[in-house]
């Protein structure tokens, strides 16, 4: 099952459109990623929900409701030219998601262990805020190159291959674990043209980071790179969920 929404968007200094679509994979029986396109709030989130049937689906919808809560459009308007502010108001709604996440686990003891990864950007101004926990990424498409900007939180990050036998898809940072929420932030500064790509790792782990550039720089429109990208994953195995959620500055 694919779903996707598609939103354009005017800001003050930048007008932005941007795309989703996700997509349940050749191997899993359920879709566990979440996004949401907020262009009122200048919001993009993507989720990767854990927990097995069900479980993880509702730890990424819960995860990414939190955090448009907690981001209210009144509070942008006198956040709109404080970095300090916005970077606030995007880490505390993933405080905020993981304690509604741990707390949906401590009612539902047959979902214990669910939890999600998630990346979420706040646009600004001509500034990006990116908050993210797991290895979800968000890339940057600049100057005929991609960058990642995050890091993965996760064992395969930390071992960087010197041991085999550690698995590598657990991550070392989620929603819905631990007490203490910790995301790793960052500040990017945009100019016409540039494109940011918030992704799963149904896609990244599936697609290199050639692949994406090649898709996205050379696509007509935000959708086509986005059926081109999941389609591509799919193509070379589809072992996981997959979301794309493509942001441009037109």
Not at 23 to 32: L, P, S
Not at 161 to 167: A, F
Not at 213 to 225: C, G, N, V
Request: net charge negative; with cysteine; hydrophobic share 40%.
């Amino acid at each position: 099952m694919i779903n996707f929404i598609r939103t354009l968007f005017t800001h003050k200094r930048l007008k932005i459109s941007s795309f989703g679509r996700t997509d349940t994979g050749k191997v899993r029986q359920h879709n566990e990623d979440s996004f949401a396109l907020r262009p009122g709030q200048n919001l993009y989130l993507v989720a990767d929900g854990m927990g097995g049937h069900r479980a993880g689906e509702i730890a990424s919808r819960l995860a990414i409701e939190a955090v448009i809560e907690a981001i209210p459009a009144a509070e942008l308007n006198r956040s709109r030219f404080s970095a300090d502010a916005c970077r606030h108001l995007l880490t505390e709604g993933f405080r905020q998601a993981n304690s509604t996440v741990l707390a949906y686990g401590d009612q539902q003891p047959a979902r214990a262990g669910l939890g999600c990864t998630m990346i979420g950007c706040l646009i600004m101004g001509s500034q990006a805020h990116l908050c993210h926990v797991g290895d979800v990424r968000g890339y940057l498409i600049k100057d005929k190159e991609t960058t990642q900007i995050t890091s993965d939180h996760s064992l395969a990050a930390l071992s960087s291959g010197s041991d085999e036998r550690q698995p590598k898809n657990i991550v070392t940072r989620c929603i819905g674990v631990n007490r203490e929420s910790n995301p790793e932030y960052h500040l990017l500064d945009l100019a016409c043209q540039d494109q940011l790509l918030l992704c799963s790792d149904g896609l990244w782990n599936m697609v290199s980071d050639t692949e994406i550039f090649h898709i996205i720089s050379t696509a007509l429109t935000l959708e086509i790179a986005c059926d081109q990208l999941i389609t591509q994953a799919n193509e070379a195995g589809g072992r996981d969920n997959i979301t794309a959620l493509l942001l441009k500055v037109e």
